[in-house]
Protein backbone atom coordinates (compact mmCIF):
# COMPACT_ATOMS: atom_id res chain seq x y z
CA UNK A 1 0.00 0.00 0.00
CA UNK A 2 1.37 3.72 -1.15
CA UNK A 3 0.20 6.58 0.79
CA UNK A 4 1.22 10.00 -0.12
CA UNK A 5 1.38 13.30 0.95
CA UNK A 6 1.29 16.54 -0.77
CA UNK A 7 0.91 20.13 -0.81
CA UNK A 8 2.39 23.50 -1.17
CA UNK A 9 5.47 24.31 0.96
CA UNK A 10 4.12 25.80 3.90
CA UNK A 11 1.31 23.62 3.84
CA UNK A 12 2.78 21.62 7.39
CA UNK A 13 3.22 18.65 5.36
CA UNK A 14 6.57 17.95 6.92
CA UNK A 15 5.24 18.12 10.71
CA UNK A 16 2.50 15.95 9.31
CA UNK A 17 5.10 13.38 8.06
CA UNK A 18 6.87 13.57 11.34
CA UNK A 19 3.80 13.01 13.54
CA UNK A 20 2.87 9.75 11.43
CA UNK A 21 6.22 8.34 11.96
CA UNK A 22 5.19 8.14 15.55
CA UNK A 23 1.32 7.38 15.42
CA UNK A 24 2.18 4.70 12.62
CA UNK A 25 5.14 3.13 14.57
CA UNK A 26 3.51 -0.05 14.93
CA UNK A 27 2.89 -0.42 11.04
CA UNK A 28 6.11 -0.15 10.96
CA UNK A 29 5.84 1.69 7.37
CA UNK A 30 8.56 3.05 4.94
CA UNK A 31 8.94 6.26 5.58
CA UNK A 32 10.41 7.78 2.27
CA UNK A 33 10.26 11.36 0.21
CA UNK A 34 11.04 13.21 -3.01
CA UNK A 35 12.91 14.40 -4.13
CA UNK A 36 15.43 11.83 -2.51
CA UNK A 37 17.57 9.69 -4.37
CA UNK A 38 20.57 9.34 -3.20
CA UNK A 39 22.80 10.72 -5.80
CA UNK A 40 19.92 12.18 -7.60
CA UNK A 41 18.43 14.25 -4.90
CA UNK A 42 21.52 16.56 -4.88
CA UNK A 43 21.30 16.98 -8.59
CA UNK A 44 17.73 18.02 -8.25
CA UNK A 45 17.86 20.47 -5.23
CA UNK A 46 21.28 21.98 -6.90
CA UNK A 47 18.55 22.78 -10.34
CA UNK A 48 16.33 24.03 -8.06
CA UNK A 49 18.67 26.61 -6.66
CA UNK A 50 20.01 27.49 -9.44
CA UNK A 51 17.07 27.94 -11.40
CA UNK A 52 18.00 26.13 -14.26
CA UNK A 53 16.18 25.08 -17.34
CA UNK A 54 13.08 24.44 -16.68
CA UNK A 55 12.28 21.06 -18.48
CA UNK A 56 15.77 19.82 -17.47
CA UNK A 57 14.29 20.85 -13.98
CA UNK A 58 11.35 18.27 -14.53
CA UNK A 59 13.46 15.59 -15.92
CA UNK A 60 15.79 15.56 -13.09
CA UNK A 61 12.89 14.85 -10.89
CA UNK A 62 11.23 12.21 -13.18
CA UNK A 63 14.46 10.90 -13.17
CA UNK A 64 14.77 11.38 -9.01
CA UNK A 65 11.38 9.42 -8.80
CA UNK A 66 12.51 6.63 -11.13
CA UNK A 67 15.18 5.87 -8.96
CA UNK A 68 12.52 6.60 -5.84
CA UNK A 69 10.58 3.98 -7.21
CA UNK A 70 13.40 0.88 -7.95
CA UNK A 71 15.28 1.37 -5.28
CA UNK A 72 12.86 1.91 -2.54
CA UNK A 73 9.26 2.31 -3.22
CA UNK A 74 9.03 -1.11 -5.53
CA UNK A 75 10.95 -2.87 -2.95
CA UNK A 76 9.16 -2.16 -0.20
CA UNK A 77 5.75 -3.01 -1.84
CA UNK A 78 7.04 -6.31 -2.64
CA UNK A 79 7.81 -6.85 0.84
CA UNK A 80 4.40 -5.80 1.65
CA UNK A 81 4.83 -3.31 3.50
CA UNK A 82 3.07 0.35 3.92
CA UNK A 83 4.94 2.94 2.26
CA UNK A 84 4.44 6.66 2.81
CA UNK A 85 5.93 9.09 0.92
CA UNK A 86 6.37 13.03 1.80
CA UNK A 87 5.70 14.47 -2.13
CA UNK A 88 5.48 12.13 -5.04
CA UNK A 89 3.82 12.30 -8.17
CA UNK A 90 1.17 15.21 -7.80
CA UNK A 91 3.79 17.41 -7.06
CA UNK A 92 5.02 17.19 -10.39
CA UNK A 93 1.26 17.73 -11.54
CA UNK A 94 1.13 20.71 -9.19
CA UNK A 95 4.93 22.43 -9.34
CA UNK A 96 6.34 21.68 -12.83
CA UNK A 97 3.04 22.18 -14.87
CA UNK A 98 3.49 26.05 -13.76
CA UNK A 99 7.22 25.81 -14.15
CA UNK A 100 6.67 24.37 -17.56
CA UNK A 101 4.42 26.92 -18.84
CA UNK A 102 5.53 28.59 -22.20
CA UNK A 103 8.46 26.33 -22.37
CA UNK A 104 6.36 23.70 -23.12
CA UNK A 105 2.96 23.60 -25.36
CA UNK A 106 1.25 21.24 -22.86
CA UNK A 107 2.95 20.80 -19.90
CA UNK A 108 0.78 18.37 -18.30
CA UNK A 109 -0.18 16.19 -21.80
CA UNK A 110 4.38 15.78 -20.97
CA UNK A 111 3.80 14.61 -17.76
CA UNK A 112 1.43 12.15 -17.89
CA UNK A 113 3.04 10.32 -21.14
CA UNK A 114 6.40 11.07 -19.12
CA UNK A 115 5.10 8.51 -16.10
CA UNK A 116 2.70 6.13 -18.20
CA UNK A 117 3.72 2.51 -17.95
CA UNK A 118 5.66 2.23 -15.78
CA UNK A 119 5.07 4.64 -12.46
CA UNK A 120 2.82 3.67 -9.60
CA UNK A 121 -0.23 5.50 -8.88
CA UNK A 122 -0.47 5.88 -4.64
CA UNK A 123 -3.40 4.12 -3.12
CA UNK A 124 -4.33 7.07 -1.06
CA UNK A 125 -2.98 10.28 -1.09
CA UNK A 126 -3.33 13.46 1.67
CA UNK A 127 -3.74 16.78 0.67
CA UNK A 128 -3.11 20.00 2.91
CA UNK A 129 -4.99 22.98 1.54
CA UNK A 130 -4.28 26.25 2.79
CA UNK A 131 -4.53 29.96 1.54
CA UNK A 132 -0.98 30.43 -0.09
CA UNK A 133 -0.42 33.70 1.65
CA UNK A 134 -0.62 31.73 4.66
CA UNK A 135 1.54 29.32 3.69
CA UNK A 136 4.60 31.36 2.61
CA UNK A 137 4.49 33.56 5.86
CA UNK A 138 4.94 30.02 7.46
CA UNK A 139 7.86 29.54 5.24
CA UNK A 140 9.49 33.08 5.12
CA UNK A 141 12.22 32.18 8.08
CA UNK A 142 13.39 29.51 6.79
CA UNK A 143 15.90 31.28 4.64
CA UNK A 144 16.28 31.98 0.89
CA UNK A 145 13.30 31.37 -1.37
CA UNK A 146 13.41 28.97 -3.81
CA UNK A 147 11.66 30.15 -6.73
CA UNK A 148 8.77 27.77 -6.44
CA UNK A 149 8.26 29.67 -2.55
CA UNK A 150 6.17 32.72 -4.20
CA UNK A 151 1.85 33.45 -3.93
CA UNK A 152 1.37 33.45 -7.59
CA UNK A 153 3.99 29.71 -8.01
CA UNK A 154 2.01 28.37 -4.97
CA UNK A 155 -1.63 29.69 -6.27
CA UNK A 156 -1.24 27.94 -9.60
CA UNK A 157 0.13 25.04 -7.94
CA UNK A 158 -2.35 24.45 -5.11
CA UNK A 159 -4.75 24.46 -8.42
CA UNK A 160 -3.22 21.96 -10.20
CA UNK A 161 -3.72 20.01 -7.11
CA UNK A 162 -6.99 20.29 -6.65
CA UNK A 163 -7.37 19.47 -10.60
CA UNK A 164 -5.77 16.23 -9.68
CA UNK A 165 -7.72 15.77 -6.49
CA UNK A 166 -11.31 16.53 -9.35
CA UNK A 167 -10.00 14.28 -11.74
CA UNK A 168 -9.14 11.04 -8.82
CA UNK A 169 -11.47 11.76 -6.29
CA UNK A 170 -11.48 8.60 -4.41
CA UNK A 171 -7.76 8.56 -4.49
CA UNK A 172 -7.68 12.00 -2.38
CA UNK A 173 -8.54 13.37 0.89
CA UNK A 174 -7.98 16.78 1.28
CA UNK A 175 -7.22 18.58 4.41
CA UNK A 176 -7.67 21.82 5.90
CA UNK A 177 -3.81 22.38 6.83
CA UNK A 178 -4.74 25.35 9.08
CA UNK A 179 -6.36 22.87 11.32
CA UNK A 180 -4.47 22.45 14.70
CA UNK A 181 -1.28 20.00 14.00
CA UNK A 182 -3.33 17.44 15.73
CA UNK A 183 -6.38 17.48 14.58
CA UNK A 184 -4.57 17.14 11.37
CA UNK A 185 -2.36 14.13 12.60
CA UNK A 186 -5.43 12.61 14.54
CA UNK A 187 -7.85 12.62 10.97
CA UNK A 188 -4.59 11.31 8.88
CA UNK A 189 -3.77 8.49 11.33
CA UNK A 190 -7.43 7.43 11.29
CA UNK A 191 -8.00 7.51 7.43
CA UNK A 192 -4.48 5.42 6.93
CA UNK A 193 -6.17 2.61 9.20
CA UNK A 194 -9.11 3.07 7.44
CA UNK A 195 -7.78 2.21 4.03
CA UNK A 196 -5.49 -0.76 4.91
CA UNK A 197 -7.91 -1.87 7.24
CA UNK A 198 -5.66 -2.07 10.21
CA UNK A 199 -7.45 -0.15 13.27
CA UNK A 200 -5.59 -0.24 16.40
P1 LIG B 1 11.98 20.14 -0.26
O1 LIG B 1 13.13 20.79 0.39
O2 LIG B 1 11.87 18.69 -0.25
O3 LIG B 1 10.64 20.85 0.22
P2 LIG B 1 9.37 20.36 1.02
O4 LIG B 1 9.78 20.27 2.44
O5 LIG B 1 8.37 21.46 0.75
O6 LIG B 1 8.91 19.04 0.44
O7 LIG B 1 12.02 20.70 -1.73
C1 LIG B 1 11.26 20.18 -2.65
C2 LIG B 1 10.79 21.31 -3.53
O8 LIG B 1 10.68 20.80 -4.84
C3 LIG B 1 9.41 21.78 -3.11
O9 LIG B 1 9.32 23.18 -3.26
C4 LIG B 1 8.51 21.11 -4.10
C5 LIG B 1 9.37 20.92 -5.30
N1 LIG B 1 9.06 19.72 -6.10
C6 LIG B 1 8.73 19.88 -7.43
O10 LIG B 1 8.69 21.00 -7.94
N2 LIG B 1 8.48 18.79 -8.20
C7 LIG B 1 8.52 17.52 -7.70
O11 LIG B 1 8.27 16.54 -8.44
C8 LIG B 1 8.87 17.35 -6.32
C9 LIG B 1 8.94 15.98 -5.74
C10 LIG B 1 9.12 18.48 -5.56
Known sequence: MLITLEGIDGSGKSTLYEGLK???????????????????????????????????????????????LSEVVRPAL????????????????AYQQVSLKGVHPDPKAWLSAVHRGWSITPDLTLLLLIDPETALSRVSGRGERE???QTEFLSAGQKNYLERAGEEPSRFLMIDATLPPETILDFAEESIRLRIGQIK
Open 78 to 93: AAGKLVISDRYTDSRF
Open 147 to 149: HFE
Open 22 to 68: ERLSDLDPVFTREPGSPYLGDAVRQATAENTDPLAEAALFVADHAVH
